[in-house]
């Protein structure tokens, strides 16, 4: 039995996407919460209730992003996923690049983040910080992809990831 080559993604997969896209939004906006709460915490002073909330939402929200990242991977493999639009190689090449990093940043970002807060391994401090510097760049790269093919191609990449049903 072959993979599945849908004309759009499932409603599952669409949501997925959206709650992953929010949850980094939330993440990369308000990290400097966690800061503050784990500097509170490690100077054995009360963090701040904010920071509190933001420390907390951060951590639990990370670790729903790796949930949700190994759910997208399944549901790839169970679903399968709209076959790639004809593109030039170098595009097809940078859209491909783009996607793999974004999918081990979903994976590599939480992981090294739960090292650092669960188990006190500081040496995944640095590789955390750096990878949401990453991120930002590789989801500028991803949705200029998007807006590229939505207003420039006039092709149907946006909309996949938009609804489950198929466009004419």
Known sequence: MGRQTPETYSKAQIVLHWAVAVIILFQITFADGIE?????????QSPGTLDTIL????IWLGI??????????????????PAPVPAPKLQ?????????LLYAVLFITPMSGI?????????????HHLIEKVIVVLVALHVTGALWHHFVQKDNVLKRMLSS???A
């Open 36 to 44: 503050e709460y784990g500097d509170a915490l490690r100077d054995g």
């Open 115 to 127: 090292a650092m807060w669960f188990f006190g391994v500081k040496e995944a401090g640095g590789p």
């Open 165 to 167: 049903k198929a466009s």
């Open 92 to 100: 097809d090449l940078a859209a491909k690049a783009v996607h793999v």
């Open 64 to 81: 729903t992003v790796l949930a949700l990242a190994v759910l997208r991977i399944a549901l790839r493999l169970i679903q399968g996923a």
């Open 55 to 58: 420390g907390n939402a951060h």
